[in-house]
């Protein structure tokens, strides 16, 4: 039942959310009140403060986001529009003309829809409006004007012999414009000391004159071409707003007693009847049935209304019947024609309470019941998705349902797009390669967080903090986590909380700084549990591979004494290298073996045959699984995927020291993930 109420919630929640910013237009111009039924559902719509602007504005500014040049190729091609854009007619018009015009020739299928979503949102409105302030600060009388130096020009007559009149005056006498980062500047003007800036509305033939004029001279050096947005005559409408994350509360306080069961005559008629007839209800579709029975409307009326009138009843149901009742609700959605998929939907999570009675009666397909619990089972183990969560993912990235907004979801599908696009364009087609290119995190923040088990074999641990002797003393309790401590302290409990594992090949020079550092941490009765992963090679032996040796060495040392004193052995082997920038060879941990154990017989430890050659699959397994593809790597406790040829060891033992997380897991960046 809990299961239940949070699916319910969950899938109601996320369908407001869509209902909010679905809708663009409604609740417009409409042919009269008498024709608008009363609706059941409570419709509410958030209006700016501004006034409405031209769409074909705000696809200017969408593409000024995608470059400055995508900008001016569309200010081109409006401009050169027969009849001008301005002329069509009405608002429809000039959005299928707009589109038309962008679509295949300044954007690509893709983008073009990504388009109509951020028209659909009014994401630029805001912007638009933001130039119109600018053109009223500035007082340009006339539906396009050109600032030139200071003066207003309303008329493109005398804007040449104007422009030539600065250009003959003495530079420094010539008044300088104000310019901002975010105004459109044509490219190509080099001559920074003239500025012109065009206000007008795109797609009157007012602006087309000034354009022709301003970009010509702006193209020969001689201005500063600058565009401005300005709608001199503005519809009282203000502009509908969607996607802004919206709550409204209500509650009334005034009780009315009416008597809905008499409908009248008007609302009756029209389109609101129309709508209603289009829901199905316990199966039956009465827009069809009227449209095979006309002469049956009365009676068809009469039964659809008792049906309303006993489904909507919210009847006990038995405990027993609620297993299945998501499921139920599923096979509902499921079983509808596509195109009533989503309608079907809504309805059924804005009214759930009203709809169990007949959804009890619904049967599930096995066949989907398998599927759903195998979906799960998977969210469940590879994404940590509950059956309750509500989750939404676009190209692997992860956005929780109740913090998302429209606006967080528009940039990013525009990100993505822009990425798709361009390996499109240099060649990259194949969809595993583009998987591939897609999952590399080029952020330079920390970026997402992964987890590796440590409870693998493949590790082998110098210390065990709650067992070993060396930590008797320290208190066994995790309530020690609680208690206050200097910032960065790790606390001394006697747990293996603190994990440090370092991947690589021993033998790498690379690798020696961070099993010293690590072999100091143990010295130093630091409370962190240190491992390794021999990442060695996977053929040969001992006697011709340093790697190998410095694996068999350990195995040997461990078993004849403690794990601590074969970490101490690996130094001991760094120690006596001489020589700078090279790495181990075979023969110095074959000369070590012999002089700290005469006893033993290092071809036997190091040979092809040893006992002691154990563990190398088991790593080859693990450094697999992680997906590491370059080394040395060290995984701690916090995000420590390090590349030490980059960092150093300082940055890891700073990052190292500044862990406070208790936890059996070690989080990493997956840097190196391809």
């Known amino acids: ?5 949070k699916t319910v919630s969950s899938l109601t929640t996320l369908l407001i959310l869509l209902s909010c910013w679905c809708l663009l237009v409604s609740g417009g111009s409409g042919s009269g009140a008498g024709k608008k039924k009363k609706s059941k559902a409570v419709t509410t719509e958030i209006d700016a403060k ?5 769409l074909v504005l705000e696809v200017a500014e969408y593409l000024a986001e995608e470059g400055s040049h995508l900008l001016w190729q569309f200010v081109d091609a409006v401009t050169d529009m027969q009849p001008p854009l301005s002329q ?3 608002d429809k018009s000039a959005y299928d003309a707009v589109l038309r015009l962008t679509e295949g020739n300044i954007l690509s299928t893709g983008q073009t829809s990504v388009l109509k979503l951020s028209l659909a949102l009014r994401a630029h409105s805001p912007r638009v409006h933001m130039y119109s302030q600018m ?3 500035r007082r340009v009388p006339c539906a396009n004007g050109v600032d030139l130096a200071g003066t207003l020009h309303c008329s493109a007559e005398r804007l040449d012999a104007s422009i030539d009149d600065v250009l003959a005056k003495d530079p420094k006498t010539v008044t300088r414009i104000e310019t901002f980062r975010l105004d459109h500047n044509y490219p190509g003007a080099d001559n920074r000391s003239v500025v012109a800036i065009l206000y007008g509305e795109l797609g009157t033939p007012g602006f087309a004159e000034f354009h022709k004029i301003l970009k010509r001279r702006a193209a020969k050096g001689d201005i500063d071409y600058v565009l401005r947005h300005h709608v001199k005559d503005r519809s009282n409408r203000r502009v509908r707003l969607s996607g802004y994350g919206v709550e409204l509360h209500m509650k009334s306080t005034e009780y009315k007693a009416e008597d809905d069961t008499k409908v009248s005559d008007k609302e009756k008629s029209g389109e609101g009847q129309a709508e209603d007839d289009e829901e199905e209800i316990e199966g039956f579709n009465f827009s069809k049935l009227k449209q095979m029975y006309p002469d049956k409307t009365e009676e068809l009326d009469k039964l659809r209304q008792e049906l309303l009138e006993t489904s909507d009843e919210l009847a006990p149901l038995k405990v027993w019947q609620f297993q299945e009742l998501s499921l139920q609700a599923a096979q509902r959605i499921v079983s509808a024609p596509v195109e009533e998929a989503i309608k079907i939907l809504t309805h059924i999570s804005q009214n759930f309470p009203m709809q169990a009675k007949s959804l009890v009666k619904t049967r599930v397909n096995p066949e989907m019941k398998r599927e759903i619990k195998l979906n799960q089972d998977k969210f469940a183990n590879m994404l940590n998705i509950q059956p309750a969560d509500t989750a939404l993912f676009i190209n692997s990235m992860f956005f929780e349902a109740e913090n998302i907004d429209m606006m967080t979801i528009l940039d990013t599908i525009r990100q993505e797009l822009n990425i798709m696009e361009g390996l499109y364009k240099i060649g990259i087609s194949d969809k595993s390669t583009l998987s591939k290119l897609l999952a590399l995190d080029f952020s330079t923040a920390t970026g997402r967080e992964y987890a590796i088990d ?11 903090i709650e067992a070993d002797k060396k930590y ?3 208190p066994a309790s995790l309530l020690e986590l609680l208690r206050p401590t200097f910032p960065g302290m790790l606390r001394s409990i006697r747990r293996n909380i603190y994990n440090l594992v370092i991947i690589g090949d021993p033998s790498q020079r690379a690798v020696w700084p961070l ?29 011709n591979n340093a790697g190998v040796a410095m694996l068999n060495a350990f195995n040997y040392v461990t078993e004849t004494k403690d794990p601590f004193e074969a970490l101490s052995f ?3 082997v760094y120690a006596s290298i001489k020589e700078a920038d090279r790495d181990v060879l075979p023969g110095d941990v074959f000369k070590l073996l012999r002089s700290r154990f005469p006893s033993s017989d290092p071809d036997e430890v190091l040979g092809p045959d040893t006992d002691y050659d154990t563990g190398r699959q088991l790593a080859a397994d693990f450094v697999r699984k992680s997906g590491f593809r370059t080394f040395p790597q060290a995984v701690g406790p916090t995000a420590l995927n390090v590349s030490f040829r980059k960092t150093g060891v300082a940055v890891f033992v700073k990052n190292i020291l500044s862990s406070n997380q208790a936890s059996n897991t070690l989080s990493i960046t997956p840097m190196d993930f391809i």
């Open 472 to 474: 008797k003393r320290w």
């Open 454 to 464: 440590i409870r693998d074999s493949a590790i082998q641990w110098a210390n065990d």
């Open 570 to 572: 690996i130094t001991d």
């Open 515 to 543: 099993i010293k550092m690590a072999e100091s941490f143990h010295l130093h009765s630091s409370p962190l549990r240190i491992g390794l992963v021999f990442a060695v090679n996977s053929t040969g032996n001992g006697l």
């Open 88 to 90: 069509l007619g009405s």
């Open 50 to 54: 501004w006034h409405n602007t031209p």
């Open 1 to 5: 039942m809990l299961l239940l109420q």
């Open 135 to 137: 053109a009223a600060e």
